[in-house]
């Protein structure tokens, strides 16, 4: 069974930074691309950044220059680091591995609050 954990989120101020990670179990040779998406309330869940196996990224509009996704293969792990942070970030962030068999799998989220 495949696990994917986030783990980082918290309450932070605007203009702040937080570094998010997840882990993804099994063998990094059944990954293909790792991404995060967030979802505000009352809101559709969206794309934030998305990194393939060979480490080719994308980012949504909202957040290029502020936000950065990385992933280490060896541990299974990706990771967004977020700056100049701003209240319309807050929301509940997912990571999603999707795996060579075709198959997504989500971790349950961590909560992402920017405010003063």
């Known amino acids: 069974q495949v696990h994917v954990v986030e783990s980082g989120g918290g309450l932070v101020q605007p203009g702040g930074s937080l570094r998010l990670s997840c882990v993804a179990s099994?063998?990094?040779?059944?990954?293909?691309?790792m991404g995060w998406h967030r979802q505000a309330p009352g809101k559709q869940r969206e794309l934030v950044a998305g990194?393939?196996?060979?480490?080719?990224?994308n980012y949504a509009d909202s957040v290029k220059g502020r936000f950065t996704i990385s992933r280490d293969n060896a541990k299974n792990t990706v990771y967004l680091q977020m700056n100049s942070l701003k209240p319309e970030d807050t929301a509940v962030y997912y990571c999603?591995?999707?795996?060579?068999?075709?198959?997504?799998?989500w971790g349950k989220g961590t909560l992402v609050t920017v405010s003063s």
């Open positions: 099994g063998s990094s040779l059944f990954i293909n691309s």
């Open positions: 999603n591995a999707h795996y060579v068999n075709n198959m997504d799998y």
């Open positions: 990194i393939s196996r060979n480490s080719s990224t």
